[in-house]
């Protein structure tokens, strides 16, 4: 073949990496393991060229650790349960189930061209019995632990969608798929109870040695210890059922500051007092309409509802504080109660300022002076003056006003020093069908019976209908009705399932042994476990490694994993977004008022402006926009397949930009990338027309060792552009080197080894070329010759008035005058002195060569 065709060369090499069982990953205990894994994705039905980077980079590892000598776990599945699909079989009259494995299948096809060194015999989606009936065996095996239980819980509920939202999936109130206004109910949940490992989950953050610190501080601070102190304000003339108000406040050293004290919506003192009530009643249901998040909350206004009830101040009885209900406590965090010090708190600023309330300022900066518009926040380390502290006037930070206040508040019998945490219980239950079914019956005479392992899996049932809104399961003519496992008597069936997060908290073990008939087998997790690199993105850095945290913990207390991998993941990487330009169209709307999008492959530039093609209309482009199917701006990377090849979409992910940082897909780029792959085949190709004998052979073979150090040192540190980097200039020193056939095989059969992970296809063709033995994927890594990186000779930069215009190659130790005289043979600076003398010629020894005409 003479000239550079991947519609053909990478077929071609994906067929015989299949028939050589290449990727098949199986247990060895000979050899040393390595497990890397990609968050596994959610079967849309489309991936685009932000997979691409993720798979790529993981790809990158494996193919790498298996030519050092590793027995190689690359796996592949699919997060396939959710409303999505649920969604879009209402949308359609179509079923989750079919909707989910039409995708999938789409998107293996996508995914095989790239040539991943995937074991795809391991392959499943979340979705199926085999695996759902494992995780229902795992809940009975935790039920019988103590790990998961069943209480009343207020909820945030999509009335639309009729289901339970975590706070994050309510939007300004609305439900983030519905847009329905979200309300508070209180009903019966299922939970893990995740809290009870909230000091273990948080001391273990500081020895997972390679993740990244903005990972461990953002999972730090949503398990959220703090030291406070717990204690009651009494009511002054309350109801009979209510004569305290608990409250929880890591900052007890500004109690002397309260002006208030606000109760949840929730609170039970609210309940209570919206019986009898309307006014408060109606406060209260407007309160739950309310954002649930923090950024919610601190972005919405401050409301109140004056209770008319007041309490009385623990160090001064003689001061009542009023007691407000406020939109912006919720009984999910602490007791559902505060106390309000605006001073040094900009929440509780604007609600005083609001209604009017006092604000005493309890301690002040101690150099700067105190600006009284607006709350005070310092650092707890930070040192200010206290004014009104439980040691005086004294000068402290916040730290040791805290421990002060605490030890002063403990010795006169108001409450006691608390050690809490944010994290709360992981609640489980969806009101929903496709998901994963809990794996319990309701029996009138037993109560919650777990079901007979024998029994599982609990299968969905297939003839469901979306024809109204709610859990369809709920509906069903025959699905809930059972035998109770305990005693027999007719029962019924559990009609919630699972939230997906369970789904993607143990699938990384579930890949060690995916068709056994238990969740795990133990000598499988025991050789393959644990993840060795995890890689994916920033936006899972908190819910779905905590819960698979917490999991791996349950796992191991119920015996389907071992001691060691109560740490599931060795070492993590979040990899930056593929951005790509947003057109929008400017001239005209869509249905309903909304904005047209246009793919790239839709739009083209001319005159000074981007164009709709078929049309003409200009569009407006905005730059740098994260990928999104919703504006269109997606690259489809099976037609960058079509037209460029897999190689280059690979190699130009991987080399535009450190792999932590977001990179922008451009046409440009990727026809750069595809003419330097085929450059690189013609060096391959043309070889034999390379002439036997040569000069500079020994440089070129050096060249080659200090390239296989430096990508090697690039892939070992995720600098994969750093190595791409290297790759270019290796492959011009290829290019333009005068070395004999031998030398120049030798160079060109090691590029073809350090582009293997990268550019796979490309690699093989050249190995096959250039007379590599068998499959350059399996053949071992190249490794330097420590003596060969030794620099005999150095380069030395030739600049004439102050320009760089070519370079030399010198021995080390060659005298100055020597050096001199190579420079005025050269052919840039002869042109430049026309025959003349230079007015000074520099050499720096081992730097630069200074010419001045």
Not at 474 to 483: E, F, I, L, M, V
Request: proline residues 6%; contains cysteine; hydrophobic residues 35%.
């Amino acid at each position: 073949m003479s000239r550079y065709a991947p519609s053909e060369i990478e077929p071609k090499w994906q067929q015989a990496w299949d028939e050589a069982e290449v990727f098949l990953a199986t247990r060895d205990e000979t050899r040393p393991k390595y497990y890397v894994l990609e968050m596994f994705p959610y079967p849309s039905g489309r991936i685009h060229i932000g997979h691409v980077r993720n798979y790529t980079m993981g790809d990158v590892v494996a193919r790498y650790k298996s030519s050092t000598g590793h027995n190689v776990l690359h796996p592949m599945g699919f997060d396939a349960f959710g409303m999505p699909a649920e969604n879009a079989a209402m949308a359609s009259g179509g079923h989750p189930k079919t909707w989910t494995y039409a995708n999938i299948d789409t998107m293996v096809d996508q995914m095989k061209p790239l040539g991943l060194s995937i074991d795809w015999t391991r392959m499943f989606a979340t979705c199926d019995p085999e695996y759902y009936g494992q995780q229902q065996a795992m809940f009975i095996d935790m039920l019988a632990k103590g790990l998961v239980y069943r209480k009343n819980a207020v909820v945030n509920w999509d009335p639309v969608d009729m289901t339970v939202l975590a706070n994050e999936q309510v939007e300004d109130g609305r439900g983030w798929r519905s847009g329905a206004l979200v309300e508070r109910r209180e009903l019966t949940q299922w939970f893990f109870k995740i809290s009870d490992y909230s000091e273990d989950l948080l001391q273990a953050i500081d020895h997972l040695d390679q993740w990244p610190d903005k990972v461990k501080t953002m999972q730090k601070n949503w398990i959220g210890k703090s030291r406070g102190l717990q204690f009651a304000f009494s009511l002054v003339d309350g109801p009979d059922t209510h004569d305290r108000i608990e409250v929880y406040t890591t900052r007890p050293d500004t109690l002397l500051g309260a002006s208030f004290v606000g109760i949840s919506a929730d609170h039970p003192l609210a309940k209570h007092l919206s019986d009898t009530n309307p006014e408060i009643a109606a406060f209260c249901e407007e309160c739950r309409k309310g954002g649930t998040t923090e950024e919610a909350i601190e972005t919405a206004e401050k409301l109140g509802f004056n209770t008319g009830l007041t309490v009385r101040h623990p160090f001064d009885t003689a001061v009542e504080l009023p007691v407000y209900i406020a939109n912006f406590i919720l009984m999910d965090y602490g007791t559902g109660a505060i106390f309000g010090c605006p001073a040094h708190d900009q929440r509780d600023f604007e609600f005083a300022t609001k209604y009017d309330l006092p604000i005493h300022y309890v301690f002040e900066p101690v150099k700067d002076e105190l600006n009284t518009s607006e709350a005070y926040t310092p650092l707890k380390s930070d040192t200010v003056r206290y004014l009104r502290g439980f040691a005086g006037d004294a000068v402290q930070t916040g730290d040791e006003g805290v421990n002060t206040a605490i030890a002063f508040c403990e010795a006169n019998g108001v409450g006691h020093g608390v050690t809490k945490y944010r994290l709360r219980d992981w609640g489980l239950s969806r009101q929903r069908y496709w998901g994963c079914p809990i794996p319990v019956v309701h029996c009138e005479a037993c109560g919650v019976v777990p079901e007979k392992k024998e029994n599982l899996p609990i299968e969905l049932p297939d003839d469901v209908s979306f024809d109204k809104p709610g859990n369809p399961l709920d509906r069903h003519p025959t699905w809930r009705n059972c035998a109770c496992p305990k005693c027999g008597a007719d029962a019924l069936r559990e009609t919630d399932t699972m939230d997906t997060f369970v789904d993607s908290s143990w699938y990384y073990a579930r890949f060690t042994a995916p068709r056994a008939t238990t969740p795990t087998v133990a000598e499988d997790a025991e050789y393959w476990m644990n993840v060795d690199q995890y890689i994916g993105g920033i936006e899972h850095a908190i819910l779905h490694l905590l819960y698979s945290r917490f999991f791996a913990r349950a796992m191991n207390e119920t015996g389907h994993l071992p001691d060691k991998s109560r740490e599931p993941f060795n070492a993590l990487f979040t990899q930056g977004m593929v951005t790509h330009a947003i057109y929008e169209n400017a001239e005209r709307k869509g249905p309903h008022d909304r904005t047209i999008y246009h793919y790239p492959e839709e739009v083209e530039e001319r005159d000074g402006g981007v164009f709709v093609k078929e049309t003409g209309e200009r569009v407006n482009v905005i730059p740098s926009a994260k990928m999104s199917k919703s504006k269109n701006n997606v690259v489809d990377p099976v037609e960058i397949i079509k037209q460029y090849g897999a190689d280059t979409a690979r190699w130009f992910v991987l080399s535009d930009s450190p792999p932590e940082r977001d990179v922008e897909w451009t046409a440009s780029g990727a026809e750069a990338s595809s003419k330097h792959l085929a450059r690189v085949y013609r060096l391959a190709a043309e070889l034999g027309e390379t002439p036997e004998q040569g000069q500079g052979n020994e440089d070129l073979i050096r060249s080659a060792h200090k390239a296989m150090l430096e990508v090697t040192q690039g892939i070992e540190s995720f600098g994969f552009n750093a190595s791409i980097a290297k790759l270019y200039g290796f492959t011009n020193t290829i290019a333009k080197s005068k070395a004999g056939r031998e030398a120049k095989r030798f160079a060109l059969k090691t590029l073809a080894q350090l582009m293997s992970p990268m550019t796979p296809h490309v690699a093989e063709e050249m190995w096959a070329l250039l007379g590599g033995e068998g499959l350059v994927t399996k053949a071992p890594w190249p490794i330097p010759d420590e003596a060969m990186l030794v620099e005999d000779n150095v380069t030395l930069p030739i600049q004439i008035n102050g320009k760089r215009r070519d370079e030399i190659t010198v021995p080390k130790d060659m005298p100055k005058e020597e050096v001199e005289k190579l420079v005025l043979e050269n052919d840039a600076v002869k042109k430049a002195l026309n025959g003349g003398s230079p007015k000074k010629l520099i050499v720096v020894p081992g730097r630069i060569v200074n010419v001045v005409v």
